[in-house]
């Protein structure tokens, strides 16, 4: 099944936020854990959906992010502030990056324009990006028990080379960030790929993925997918990444290498003519170039 990522979805998910920017709180006996938190606008909406979900913000215990990007940790010096006893965790490099006044001043400036379509969701607080110390520096085969439930930490580089996935074996659900793709805004739900790191990581950590055969995962964005809809996801991600490395090859031989020729050409017809990709266009722009850079890199290399 594939279900918008919004409200309870079973005994131990609820979605926080909405599916725009979904937030996945996973509830075991004893614990409780919030997985990503989207852009800094959305912090009070998370705080309240978290009031309904936990009965209280202040019983979240851990708040963990999947990689660096500013729809996926926005909030989170929000709901440090709001939740003091609350245990964050992410790849050592997040705490790094939010360090750094240019990294939080390109985070705000991507969030600021989305104001006009989600600053009410502020209710006029004070939502500003600030550095969070991590409580957790998460690593690969971490393992943090919620009572019933334990959530196993991989990581799965490519998307970013921090990114991380938080699986729950017990439940079989699988929170990757965007390390598996995210879906095209069409009927046909295509999987759009991004290998902002590096294209032969972001395969290896798929392929990783993939061997854990879950039964549910969340996707970073919009959807939930289950059962062999799953499955069937996961297949059509792997050959997506391959296509995706082969079109953006393309793209740069139709304009002779150039590389700002091709990303120019890529976003007028995959983002402006299609209108299929859901990101905000700054945040694809962005994405985009990453990829492109680091593709003709690869084929620099091979010559
Ligand atoms: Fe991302």
Redesign the pocket.
């Known amino acids: 099944m594939k279900q918008y990522a919004n409200g309870r979805i079973n005994e131990y998910l609820s979605v926080a936020g909405n599916a725009i920017y979904p937030s996945y709180v996973v509830r075991g006996s004893k614990k409780s854990m919030m997985i990503d938190a989207g852009i800094n606008l959305f912090g009070p909406l998370y705080a309240k959906s978290l009031d309904e979900i936990l009965g209280g913000r202040e019983k979240l215990d851990y708040l963990f992010v999947t ?1 660096s ?1 500013y ?2 940790l926005g909030a989170m010096p929000y709901l440090r502030r709001m939740i003091p006893g609350v245990r964050t965790g992410g790849h050592e490099r997040v705490a790094g990056l939010l360090k750094k006044e240019s990294v939080l001043e390109q985070m705000t400036r991507l969030s600021e324009i989305q104001r006009p379509l989600f600053g009410q969701f502020t209710g006029g607080e004070d939502v500003r990006l600030e550095p969070v110390e991590l409580d957790h520096i998460l690593r690969e085969g971490d393992v943090f028990d919620l009572g019933g439930l334990t959530c196993n930490v991989y990581e799965v580089p490519g ?2 080379r921090d990114s991380l996935a938080f699986y729950f074996p017990e439940a079989g659900m699988l929170f990757p ?2 390390s598996i793709g995210y879906v095209e805004d069409s009927p046909e739900g295509g999987v759009l790929v ?1 290998f ?1 790191s590096s294209y032969d990581d972001y395969l290896a950590s798929l392929e990783k993925m993939i061997s854990l055969k879950p039964k549910l995962f969340g996707m ?1 964005h919009a959807w939930i997918y289950t059962g062999d809809d799953a499955a069937d996801f996961l297949e059509r991600s792997r050959i997506a990444t391959f296509e995706h490395r082969k079109k953006l090859e393309d793209y740069l031989d139709s304009v002779n290498g150039d590389v700002d020729r091709a990303i120019e050409k890529i976003a007028s017809i995959e983002y402006d003519q299609k209108g299929t990709i859901r990101q905000e266009r700054n945040a694809y722009l962005i ?1 985009l170039t990453a990829q492109v850079k680091h593709i003709a890199g690869l084929r620099a290399e091979k010559n």
């Open positions: 990689h990007h729809d996926h998307h970013t960030g965007e991004e902002l970073g994405n």
